[in-house]
């Protein structure tokens, strides 16, 4: 081999190891970039003391993700969260832009089972269910103080049962929340105490969809009579159709107050298909026009504001879709 060539393939071999090594570097520095800020963003938030992870790794590209975290309950350390991964795609912490964006696997209580399937056992085991697999799923916060308008974005799936996700982007939020902080001790003991921070919050828009894995399927069968696990007969299955289709028809006829008139049919057609299985999700939206204001869902509640619920309705420019 002559000399040039021994000196190339030298040459070459210690700029592959000089890249693994900046790359190496790269990415322990970005590893302790990323901890730093996610550090100072849980202390911006008063969750330092909520978050715990066993180790985190990072890379250039400055994405990050978390193995074996833990979210404990401050006021009963007893009760607690896990995630078996959480992945960092964004964060960013500036002095008027907070933004997290998070996905994550294996989510469980202390019991190590999934929290859904907790909260419902009793409901679940009469459609058949025993155990859920962990949760997967991923969440999206966005604040901006400058303007006081914040986005959030959530979506949880759970294996066999469902998947859904909602979104929110609301103004004033942050008020909120700092009030909600002041005031926890009071709210806790009262939470009708909460009403009046709510004023100055409107929603720009929100939505949210559901996709089922199992769950509506399973109590379709229970609503026709069907025993658990054997499929409905014909006449079980004429009963329930003959119901749901009643109650499209009382839809269809009080849904233009929701709805309006040029959307009462297709929202109402949608839900009729969801209840019956012949599609497997359904969405929600909601576009106000002005921005709507939460204080106006207490005054309707009240009956402070029944006499301009249909305008009400019409603004909110809501949509059911398959």
Request: proline share 3%; charged share 25%.
């Given at each position: 081999m002559s000399s040039k060539k021994k000196l190339a393939i030298a040459t070459a071999g210690v700029l592959v190891v000089a890249a693994g090594a900046a790359w190496y570097g790269g990415n322990k520095?970005?590893?302790?970039?990323?901890?730093?800020?996610?550090?100072?963003?849980?202390?911006?938030?008063?969750?330092?003391?909520?978050?715990?992870?066993?180790?985190?790794?990072?890379?250039?590209?400055?994405?990050?993700?978390?193995?074996?975290?833990?979210?404990?309950?401050?006021?009963?350390?007893?009760?607690?969260?896990?995630?078996?991964?959480?992945?960092?795609?964004?964060?960013?912490?500036?002095?008027?832009?907070?933004?997290?964006?998070?996905?994550?696997?294996?989510?469980?209580?202390?019991?190590?089972?999934?929290?859904?399937?907790?909260?419902?056992?009793?409901?679940?085991?009469?459609?058949?269910?025993?155990?859920?697999?962990?949760?997967?799923?991923?969440?999206?916060?966005?604040?901006?103080?400058?303007?006081d308008r914040s986005m959030y974005e959530i979506s949880i799936d759970q294996p066999e049962l469902v998947s859904f996700g909602v979104k929110l982007d609301a103004n004033k939020i942050g008020g909120l929340l700092e009030q909600v902080r002041a005031n926890s001790q009071a709210i806790q003991q009262n939470p009708m105490a909460v009403l009046p921070f709510l004023a100055p919050v409107s929603i720009n828009s929100l939505s949210f969809n559901i996709d089922d894995k199992g769950l509506v399927k399973r109590v379709i069968a229970k609503e026709k009579g069907a025993a658990l696990g054997e499929a409905p007969t014909p006449a079980q299955n004429a009963t329930y159709e003959a119901k749901m289709l009643q109650q499209k028809e009382a839809c269809m006829k009080q849904g233009a107050i929701v709805f309006g008139v040029n959307k009462t049919e297709a929202s109402c057609d949608a839900i009729y298909k969801y209840v019956t299985n012949q599609k497997d999700s359904l969405s929600f939206a909601m576009n106000p026009t002005p921005p709507f204001e939460l204080m106006s869902v207490f005054q309707l509640l009240s009956g402070a504001g029944v006499a301009n619920a249909n305008q009400l309705f019409q603004n909110l420019n809501i949509e059911l879709k398959n």
């Open positions: 520095l970005a590893q302790g970039k990323v901890e730093e800020e996610l550090k100072a963003f849980l202390v911006k938030n008063d969750l330092q003391d909520n978050v715990f992870w066993e180790s985190l790794d990072a890379n250039v590209s400055g994405t990050g993700s978390m193995s074996n975290v833990k979210l404990v309950d401050k006021q009963n350390p007893a009760h607690y969260f896990t995630f078996s991964k959480v992945i960092l795609n964004d964060l960013e912490n500036t002095e008027k832009v907070q933004k997290i964006d998070i996905s994550f696997e294996g989510f469980a209580d202390e019991t190590g089972k999934s929290p859904i399937g907790k909260v419902s056992d009793n409901r679940l085991a009469d459609l058949g269910y025993t155990e859920l697999p962990k949760v997967n799923g991923s969440l999206k916060v966005s604040f901006d103080s400058s303007t």
